[in-house]
T-cell receptor, first 111, second 115 residues
Framework: EDKVVQSPLSLVVHEGDTVTLNCSYE??????LLWYKQEKKAPTFLFML????IEKKSGRLSSILDKKELFSILNITATQTGDSAVYLC???????????FGTGTRLQVFP | NAGVTQTPKFQVLKTGQSMTLQCAQD?????MSWYRQDPGMGLRLIHY???????DQGEVPNGYNVSRSTTEDFPLRLLSAAPSQTSVYFC??????????????FGEGSRLTVL
């Protein structure tokens, strides 16, 4: 059975800290891995990763994929209170037309 | 630029009632899907469609029906609501004829409570 596991489930940090969120997966015919940020409403897209070892970067956020060890990490440096959200990891299995989500990591950043 | 529009945003039902959650997108996306989100469970796929006239089941399809008569619309029907269907529902769409091939665009969500 295809599955996506995120850790930790919850994280509390102070502004300025650096955090690393983890996503491991087991899917048949992996196609891509996506990261989303969910604040109060709909998830918003952060990154899509398809190749191992190539870092995707957007401002203070970065992500990398390891297809051999079947995981991805999302790094946030110099965290701000606006980074407080649930971060969702999702994996697309190539033999189906489904995007499988993990349960998410809830990040709380305090001043 | 509307994107993905879901209605209603909130709904309270009694057990056994039926209702339809509407979803429309104006981006000419072939792929559309419905998810439910429950505390501690993440987003779980209910049904999806890779084009007009084509639908398929996701992880948790029981108690729900869908149809896709047009590219734009993908309604989700609850035939006989149960308290276990209390959840937040998200409709999403994306580019790609062969399925998901990149970013999913989400609607704002519909919060459903079944008493």
């Amino acid at each position: 059975e295809d599955k996506v596991v995120q850790s930790p489930l919850s994280l509390v940090v102070h502004e300025g800290d650096t955090v690393t969120l983890n996503c491991s997966y087991e899917v048949t015919n992996f196609r891509s891995l996506l990261w989303y940020k969910q604040e109060k409403k709909a998830p918003t897209f952060l990154f899509m990763l398809t190749s191992s070892g190539i870092e995707k970067k957007s401002g203070r956020l970065s992500s990398i994929l390891d297809k051999k060890e079947l995981f991805s990490i999302l790094n946030i440096t110099a965290t701000q209170t606006g980074d407080s959200a649930v971060y969702l990891c999702a994996v697309e299995a190539g033999n189906t037309d489904k995007l499988i989500f993990g349960t998410g990591t809830r990040l709380q950043v305090f001043p | 630029n509307a994107g993905v529009t879901q209605t209603p945003k909130f709904q309270v039902l009694k057990t056994g009632q039926s209702m339809t959650l509407q979803c429309a997108q104006d981006m000419n996306h072939e792929y559309m899907s419905w998810y439910r989100q429950d505390p501690g469970m993440g987003l779980r796929l209910i049904h999806y469609s890779v084009g007009a006239g084509i639908t398929d089941q996701g992880e948790v399809p029981n108690g729900y029906n869908v149809s896709r008569s047009t590219t734009e619309d993908f309604p989700l029907r609850l035939l006989s609501a149960a308290p276990s269907q209390t959840s937040v529902y998200f409709c999403a769409s994306s580019y790609g004829l062969a399925g998901v091939s990149g970013e999913l665009f989400f609607g704002e969500g519909s919060r459903l409570t079944v008493l």
